[in-house]
């Protein structure tokens, strides 16, 4: 903020600690005690880092990965899995949820960048078989001391994950990985990247492995950013491989595997990325509601009432976009519920025959319309203050815009969708 339009008055009520205000006052009947005192103690943690880097300054001017250390030395990065290294935390897809949203009313294009490091914590998790070198690289992602990215989407193929033309081959010692991925969220900063590569185009679901690659290696991975103004804070990169080497002891999937970890982690990733949209939906709320409560515009005498009470603020978005805000909370917080309850018995089945598949599209595919859809209207509910640097809402903004594109577009979305009908069709 380099020149201050809002009084004091409208930026005090506008705080970290009121915006976490609005958000716990609409939780309270929601979450248990536990739940209650969890996400207080994040938002403690949060409210103290925001006192530290000077409020809204901070975030407009931060290298926010220059805090991964920060909330790794919290355990803010991640709670969808197991610390090997703690086991004092809270951990769980819920406790994941109720960490997006507390994180992501603080900072969503920080948290979005978090969430890409997740995406290369998932597969070590899920299979580092105990090798000592894995378990150091999941405990270096889960404290920030590292930065985590994934490859999967390439040139000319988008959405199409399967079809990949990025080429892997067995040599003495490992495989050589060759070709370039492209949109990889946080790849021109990142220490490592879970790749997926292909030994053969025309049979890439029985040839795709997975391996962690890391930069520093004389045969690692190179990144250059590619320009996407709507999250200038977080580098989303093109990430390119010539005869990189990744030695057999950081393959997470042979011949074949990498086809299974590859819809392996599309349930939990599009059940986070939901769970992100949803807690920017609860920052750009918060904040509308807040400004709209101490803004007087018109009136007798003029400037006397607040906009909240004008029809066109109050009525047309604030109540509106809370009821459906409110509605698709609760879906999250009992499709996480059911899926913390499932955990086991889902990890001994195909990730192709995981009843959650379809849930989570469908539940991605509606937060990330939603979340463009409030953040806008929330964003000129407030005026001329919803544009400018005096708030975050540009940042909520600006995730909000590519929400329908990230972790596989809407019609993709809506493609499994379809087939999952048709599927249920056939079983009656």
């Given at each position: ?336 519920e059911a899926y913390d309850a499932k955990r086991d018995e889902l990890a001994g089945i195909s990730p192709f025959m995981n009843p959650f598949v379809a849930m989570a599209s469908q539940v991605k595919e509606q937060a990330a319309q939603l979340v463009h859809e409030l953040t806008y209207e929330c964003m000129h509910a407030m005026g001329g ?44």
């Amino acid at each position: 903020m380099k020149i201050q339009l809002v009084e004091d008055e409208i930026l005090d009520m506008m705080s970290l600690k009121n915006q976490y205000g609005v958000f716990n006052n609409n939780m309270m009947m929601l979450l248990d005690d536990n739940d209650k005192n969890y996400i207080e103690e994040i938002q403690q943690l949060c409210l103290e880092q925001e006192e530290k880097i000077g409020g809204i300054n901070g975030h407009n001017n931060a290298d926010y990965y220059d805090w991964f250390p920060w909330a790794g030395k919290h355990a803010l990065i991640n709670r969808s899995n197991e610390y090997p290294h703690r086991d004092d935390l809270k951990i769980g897809m819920k406790a994941e949820l109720l960490r997006c949203w507390t994180m992501d009313i603080f900072n969503p294009q920080f948290n979005m960048a978090m969430g890409a490091s997740t995406l290369c914590i998932n597969p070590i998790v899920h299979h580092h078989n105990n090798r000592e070198n894995l378990l150091k690289d999941l405990q270096d992602l889960l404290d920030g001391t590292k930065i985590g990215c994934i490859g999967i989407t390439e040139p000319k193929r988008g959405s199409d994950a399967v079809n990949m033309t990025v080429k892997a081959e067995k040599v003495d010692g490992g495989y050589t990985i060759d070709g370039i991925k492209c949109y990889t969220t946080n790849s021109p900063k990142a220490d490592m990247v879970a790749v997926y590569a292909v030994l053969n185009e025309e049979d890439p679901r029985g040839t795709m492995v997975q391996g962690i690659s890391h930069k520093e290696w004389d045969r690692g991975f190179k990144a250059e950013r590619i320009g996407i103004p709507s999250v200038s804070k977080v580098h989303i990169g093109k990430t390119i491989f010539e005869d990189s080497f990744i030695p057999e002891d950081y393959m997470t999937g042979g011949p074949g595997e990498g086809y299974h970890i590859l819809f392996e982690g599309l349930v939990p990733e599009r059940i986070g990325i939901a769970a992100t949209n949803v807690g920017q939906m609860w920052g750009a709320f918060a904040l509308a509601s807040l400004y709209s409560t101490v803004r007087k515009q018109f009136g007798t005498p003029p400037g006397t009432t607040k906009i909240l009470l004008h029809q066109a603020v109050g009525m047309s978005v604030l109540a509106k976009y809370h009821s459906r805000l409110i509605s698709i909370t609760m879906a999250l917080l009992k499709l996480a519920e059911a899926y913390d309850a499932k955990r086991d018995e889902l990890a001994g089945i195909s990730p192709f025959m995981n009843p959650f598949v379809a849930m989570a599209s469908q539940v991605k595919e509606q937060a990330a319309q939603l979340v463009h859809e409030l953040t806008y209207e929330c964003m000129h509910a407030m005026g001329g203050t919803g544009v400018t640097d005096q708030t975050k809402m540009p940042l909520i903004q600006g995730v909000s815009e590519i929400a329908e594109v990230v972790g596989g577009t809407r019609n993709v979305q809506l493609l499994i969708g379809s087939r999952t009908i048709n599927t249920m069709v056939k079983m009656i």
